[in-house]
C-alpha cells in the first residue's frame, strides 16, 4: 500500500510530516492520518494479533468498529489506530502479542483451536488445587493493553450543554435533519464520532461527481448555519431519561440535555463470513473507501469485491477510479439492480460473478495477507468441483449489508421490528421526544437519506415548540440493502463472526447444542458482542445464526440488551477531574502552627499526629496517647456530625431511629445511640442528650454525618411526626478534654460545678467555658476523664486558645486520629466503617446489649429478629500478640487462619504502651471466639503470627478512670 496522489477532500496535510514508531520501526505520516492510514500508507498491513488465537490482523472497519488494530501508546492502554489521530513521536507498540507482532509466539494457540471449543473455560481448570496457576496462565495469555501504574493522573473535565435539538451523527442524513430543525429556528448541536462531519457522504461516492457536490454543499450549509453547532470527534455514549446524553470527546464528557432528539447515527457494514475471512487485506468495502477518501492511502493493488448490494458496486468503482484493478464482483444474488453504479460497473467492464460466493481466502505466506479468493456457485458452497475458482488478489472488500447502530434507540425505549424487505431492524414505535432517519431508520439511498432527514429535523424542531412538523415523503427502497444469510459453512472452519473473541460458526452451532439456545444465553456463554466493540461487527450474524439453528425468524429470536456505554470510554473521563470536597475544621489553622500531618476522615481534614522535630510518626504517636492516660490531652472532634431534634415527638422519632430506648433518658443526661438499617446492618453510632423534654442533641460519625442527616429527613417525610431537624454540623466547633487532669484544667474556665454528683459520667450540661456559651458532655471515648465541648463555629478557635493557655501547667498536649483510634482501641470501643462492614449487624460487634426488641418499632427490627433465630457467622473479639512478640506485627486486613482455611480478618491492631502488648480487634468464627482461644494471622509475605482471643476492654475494664475523680 501507499499514497494516492492528491484526494479531493482528503483529511491529510501533505506539506507536513509527522516521525512515529511502531515496533521498533520507525515510520513517516502527515497531520489528518490516524495511526492505521500512517502504518497503511508505509506499506505496513499486520496491525494486530486477534484475543484468543493470536492470528494476524488488519484493517477490518477503519472506524472504530473491531479491535483488529489497537496499540499501546507509553502508559495508554488500547489506543483504537483506525480513529486515534496521529501525534509527532509517537511510539507505539501491538498489544496482546509474545515476542513482537510479526513473529507472535503465542499465535501457537491457533493450532490448539480444536481443543478450546467456545465455553471450555466453563468446564475446565475447576481443580481448587490448581486454579490459581491456571488464572495466572489465563490472565497471562488474554488481555489487550497493559495499564502502566507510574502513567501520570490525566484529569478530565465535565461540561453541561444545553440545546432544542440534538441530532447524533453528522452523515447526509443527520446533517439534512439538523438544517431542517435549524432552519425552524431551533438550536441544534450535531455530534459526529469522527474528525469531521459529513458521513458516508464524504467516502461512499462511487465516483460520482454529482452526489459529492450535494454533499459538499450540504457541509458548507451546515458548518455555517449560525443555529447549528457541530461537536466532531465527539461520541453519544448512552442514553439516559429525559434525552440526556453523555457527549464524550477526547478531552471531556458533556452532559448535554435535549428537548428533541435525532438518531442518525447509520449503520454498521456487516462483514461476510467465509474461510480465513480475518486475513490482513480482507475488509469492509466502507473500509476501503475511507482510506481512499480521507487518508488517500490505496488499500490494495488487485481487488475482488463480494457484494450483496449496490453499495459493494460504489465501492468497486471508487476503486477503479483510483487506479486499482477490480478482478472481479462476487455478488450473492441471482440478479443485479439497474440502477447506477451497476450500469457503471458494467460500462467499465468490470467481471460480475452472480449467485456466487467466496468460500475462502487463500493466506499469503504466514498468514500476514491474502493471494486469493476462491469463488464457488450459491446455493452450495461446500461442494467442491464445477464452478469453482480461484481469482488471484491481494485484497478482498465485503459489501453484505448493514446492521442499525441503534444502540440508543434500545436505551431509549424505542420498539423495533424486523423489515424482512431490508433485513434489518428499524424502528417501530418511538418514545416521545426521540427521533430517526437515514440508515438507522432503514432508509439506504442517498437521496432518500436526505429527505429523511429533513422530515426527522422537520418534526424534531416542531417537538421543541419551532414551527410545524412538515410532510416530506420518502421513497421506499427499491432493494434489499443487505443479504439474509452471508455466511458460508466450511469443514475447516476459520470462517470468523466474532473477530474480537475469534468466535468461528461452528463454535455458535456448539452453544446452540449445548443448550445456549436464547439470544442473551448465548451471548453469555459464546461471549459473542462482549469484546471492545460492543458487536458492531457481530451482532447481527450472530442473530442470523442462531435463528437458522433454531428454526426462527430474527425477530423471534431479538436482540441482546443494549446498555451505556456502547462506545468505549476511557475511565478517566467517567473519573472526571477527580475533584473531591474537602472540608476543614473552624480550627485548621491552629492544627497547622502546632504541626500537624493530614489525613482525610470522610470530606474532613484532620489531624493524624503532630509532628514533633527529631522524632518519628509511632514515636509522636505514642507520646500523644501518653499525655492523655497520664495527663490531659486536646482534640478537635468538631468533624462530627452535630443535629438536634426538636418538637413534641422528638422522643418517638429517635425511637424509630436507633436501636435502643430514649423516651426515658433523664434531662442533662446522654446515651450511646447505634443505628441500622432496614437490613439490620449497623450504619452509625454517636451520642444523644436531652436537653428538655421535647429537645434532643446528638452526633455521628464523622463520616456519615451528612448521609445521615439526609437520610432522617427523608424517614421524617415518610413518617411525618411532629419534629424537625436541625443540622449543626458546619454551625458548631467540638472540642474533647481528655485525661487524668482535664477536670482540673476546666475549672479554671468556667463556673459550673464539675464535682462527680453536679456533673456525672455521661451528664449533658450548658454553661460558660471561657466566656463562651456552651454544650458540655461527660463522656469517654479514649477511656479518660473527658469533657467534650460544644460552641459556636466562630468561637472555636478562642475555645482552643483557651484550653491550651489553661493547660500549659499540666502539659497538656494536643493528640491526632492515630492517638485517638489506639486509645479507644485500648477500651475495646468500635469505630463504625473500620470494624464494621457492610454486612456487620449489632450481633456480631458485641452491641446486642444495646438492643431493645422489645420497642414497638425502630428500623432494621424485623431484619434483627430474623437475624437473632440465626447462628452466628462471625464475631468481633480482642486479641493481644505474646507480650515478648518482636516480629512483624499484622496489619488491618490480614486475615485470621484456621486449619488452612480463611476464618476472619483483623480489623484495628496497634500497640499499647499501657497494656504492654500489641492488642487488636478481629472478626473470627464462632468456634474460636472464646477468651482464651488462639488464633493464627497471615501476614502479607505468607507467613503467620500466633496470637489470643483476650477480653476486652484491655484498659480498665472496670471504668473507674471515667466515673471516679483521680
Request: charged share 20%; with cysteine.
Amino acid at each position: 500500500m501507499k499514497r494516492l496522489p492528491p484526494v479531493a477532500g482528503e483529511w491529510i496535510d501533505r506539506t507536513r510530516e509527522m516521525a512515529f514508531i511502531f515496533e521498533g520501526k520507525t515510520y513517516r505520516g502527515h497531520p489528518g492520518d490516524s495511526i492505521s492510514s500512517a502504518l497503511l500508507a508505509s506499506g505496513v498491513t499486520l496491525l494486530g494479533r486477534s484475543f484468543k488465537y493470536h492470528r494476524p490482523r488488519g484493517v477490518l472497519s477503519m472506524a472504530n468498529h473491531d479491535v483488529n488494530a489497537v496499540v499501546q501508546w507509553a502508559g495508554r492502554p488500547n489506543v483504537r489506530a483506525d480513529v486515534t489521530p496521529l501525534t509527532d513521536g509517537m511510539a507505539l507498540t501491538a498489544v496482546n502479542t509474545f515476542g513482537g507482532l510479526r513473529a507472535d509466539m503465542a499465535s501457537i494457540l491457533g493450532a490448539f483451536a480444536r481443543f478450546l471449543p467456545v465455553g471450555f473455560y466453563y468446564k475446565s481448570f475447576y481443580s481448587k488445587k490448581l486454579f490459581p496457576l491456571w488464572e495466572r496462565m489465563f490472565r497471562r495469555l488474554t488481555g489487550l493493553g497493559k495499564v502502566d501504574f507510574t502513567a501520570p493522573h490525566l484529569r478530565t473535565a465535565k461540561c453541561y450543554g444545553f440545546c432544542d435539538v440534538l441530532v447524533i451523527g453528522g452523515g447526509p442524513s443527520g446533517l439534512a435533519a439538523a438544517l431542517a430543525a435549524a432552519d425552524q429556528g431551533a438550536d441544534v448541536v450535531v455530534v459526529d464520532e469522527n474528525a469531521r462531519a459529513g458521513g458516508s457522504g464524504g467516502y461512499a461516492r462511487g465516483a460520482d461527481e454529482a452526489r459529492s457536490a450535494i454533499h459538499n454543499d450540504q457541509l458548507t450549509r451546515a458548518e455555517s448555519h449560525p443555529r447549528v453547532r457541530i461537536m466532531t470527534s465527539t461520541c453519544a455514549a448512552g442514553y439516559y431519561t429525559d434525552h440526556w446524553i453523555p457527549l464524550v470527546n477526547a478531552e471531556a464528557m458533556t452532559k448535554m440535555r435535549a428537548r428533541s432528539v435525532i438518531v442518525a447515527s447509520g449503520a454498521y457494514e456487516q462483514p461476510a463470513v467465509f474461510r480465513y475471512n480475518d486475513l490482513p487485506g480482507i475488509m469492509l468495502a466502507s473500509a476501503a473507501q475511507r482510506l481512499i477518501y480521507r487518508y488517500a492511502v490505496r488499500p490494495m493493488r488487485r481487488a475482488v469485491v463480494l457484494a450483496a448490494n449496490a453499495d459493494g458496486y460504489r465501492a468497486a468503482l471508487d476503486l477503479v477510479a483510483h487506479g486499482i484493478e477490480v478482478a472481479a464482483i462476487v455478488d450473492l444474488r441471482p440478479v443485479i439492480g439497474d440502477g447506477e453504479a451497476e450500469t457503471a460497473v458494467i460500462h467499465h467492464g468490470i467481471r460480475i460473478l452472480l449467485n456466487a460466493c467466496i468460500s475462502e481466502a487463500v493466506p499469503a505466506s504466514g498468514g500476514k495477507g491474502v493471494t486469493a479468493a476462491v469463488v464457488v456457485p450459491m446455493p452450495q458452497p461446500d461442494a467442491p468441483g464445477t464452478g469453482r475458482e480461484q481469482i488471484p488478489c491481494d485484497g478482498i472488500l465485503m459489501s453484505v449489508g448493514w446492521a442499525p447502530a441503534g444502540n440508543l434507540l434500545y436505551q431509549a425505549g424505542t420498539r423495533m421490528r424486523y423489515e424482512k424487505a431490508l433485513e434489518q431492524f428499524v424502528p417501530d414505535v418511538l418514545p416521545v421526544g426521540i427521533f430517526a432517519c437515514g440508515r438507522v431508520n432503514g432508509v439506504h439511498t442517498y437521496l432518500a437519506r436526505l429527505l429523511d432527514g429533513q422530515r426527522a429535523g422537520s418534526a424534531a424542531a416542531a417537538h421543541a415548540g419551532f414551527g410545524v412538523a412538515m410532510s416530506v415523503p420518502v421513497p421506499a427502497e427499491v432493494e434489499c440493502p443487505t443479504h439474509p444469510w452471508p455466511i458460508v459453512a466450511h469443514p475447516g472452519g476459520k470462517n470468523f463472526v466474532d473477530f474480537d473473541e475469534d468466535l468461528q460458526l461452528k463454535d455458535f452451532e456448539n452453544a446452540v447444542q449445548e443448550g445456549f439456545d436464547n439470544i442473551e444465553l448465548m451471548k453469555r456463554f459464546s461471549t459473542v458482542g462482549m469484546g471492545p466493540s460492543q458487536g458492531k461487527h457481530s451482532n447481527m450474524n450472530a442473530l442470523r445464526i442462531l435463528a437458522r439453528l433454531t428454526g426462527k425468524e430474527p425477530q423471534q429470536v431479538g436482540t441482546t440488551t443494549a446498555r451505556p456505554f456502547f462506545h468505549p470510554v476511557p475511565m478517566s473521563l467517567l473519573g472526571g477531574r477527580g475533584f473531591t470536597p474537602e472540608r476543614r475544621t473552624p480550627l485548621h489553622s491552629r492544627h497547622d502552627a502546632l504541626g500537624a500531618q493530614w489525613m482525610p476522615a470522610g470530606v474532613w481534614q484532620r489531624p493524624e499526629y503532630y509532628q514533633v522535630a527529631g522524632k518519628s510518626r509511632s514515636d509522636c504517636i505514642q507520646e500523644e496517647v501518653a499525655a492523655v492516660r497520664n495527663g490531659v490531652g486536646i482534640i478537635d472532634v468538631g468533624t462530627l456530625g452535630k443535629l438536634e431534634v426538636i418538637g413534641p415527638q422528638a422522643a418517638e422519632f429517635l425511637e424509630r431511629v436507633y436501636i435502643s430506648r430514649y423516651a426515658n433518658l433523664k434531662l442533662g443526661m446522654t446515651r450511646y445511640a447505634v443505628m441500622c438499617d432496614e437490613t439490620g446492618v449497623v450504619i452509625d453510632d454517636g451520642v444523644v442528650g436531652r436537653l428538655a423534654e421535647d429537645h434532643f442533641y446528638f452526633t455521628t460519625t464523622t463520616s456519615g454525618a451528612a448521609t445521615i442527616y439526609r437520610e432522617l429527613s427523608r424517614l421524617n417525610t415518610l413518617w411525618q411526626l411532629d419534629c424537625g431537624i436541625v443540622n449543626h454540623t458546619g454551625a458548631f466547633a467540638a472540642i474533647n478534654l481528655a485525661g487524668p487532669q482535664s477536670r482540673e484544667v476546666l475549672a479554671t474556665l468556667t463556673d459550673a460545678d464539675l464535682s462527680v454528683a453536679a456533673f456525672p459520667y455521661l451528664a449533658l450540661r450548658e454553661a460558660s467555658v471561657a466566656g463562651i456559651p456552651a454544650r458540655l458532655m461527660r463522656v469517654g471515648f479514649v477511656g479518660e476523664w473527658g469533657y467534650e465541648i460544644h460552641v459556636p463555629a466562630n468561637q472555636g478557635a478562642a475555645l482552643w486558645d483557651a484550653l491550651m493557655q489553661a493547660g500549659n501547667g499540666h502539659g497538656i498536649r494536643p493528640f491526632g486520629v492515630e492517638a485517638q483510634r489506639l486509645l479507644r482501641l485500648e477500651k475495646g470501643h468500635i469505630i463504625i466503617g473500620q470494624d464494621t462492614d457492610g454486612l456487620t449487624n449489632p450481633f456480631d460487634v458485641g452491641l446486642d446489649w444495646a438492643l431493645k426488641m422489645d420497642k414497638p418499632f425502630f428500623v432494621g427490627q424485623r431484619s434483627l429478629q430474623v437475624i437473632a433465630r440465626q447462628p452466628r457467622k462471625q464475631q468481633l473479639v480482642g486479641f493481644m500478640l505474646d507480650s515478648d512478640f518482636t516480629g512483624t506485627a499484622p496489619q488491618e486486613c490480614h486475615l485470621v487462619i484456621h486449619q488452612g482455611e480463611m476464618a476472619g480478618r483483623v480489623t484495628s491492631i496497634g500497640f499499647s504502651a499501657a497494656v504492654g502488648r500489641t492488642i487488636g480487634m478481629a472478626f473470627v468464627a464462632p468456634e474460636l471466639a472464646a477468651v482464651g482461644s488462639p488464633i493464627s494471622i497471615r501476614l502479607s509475605d505468607g507467613s503467620q503470627v500466633r496470637a489470643m482471643v483476650a477480653r476486652t476492654p484491655f484498659y480498665d475494664p472496670e471504668n473507674l478512670k471515667q466515673k471516679e475523680p483521680v
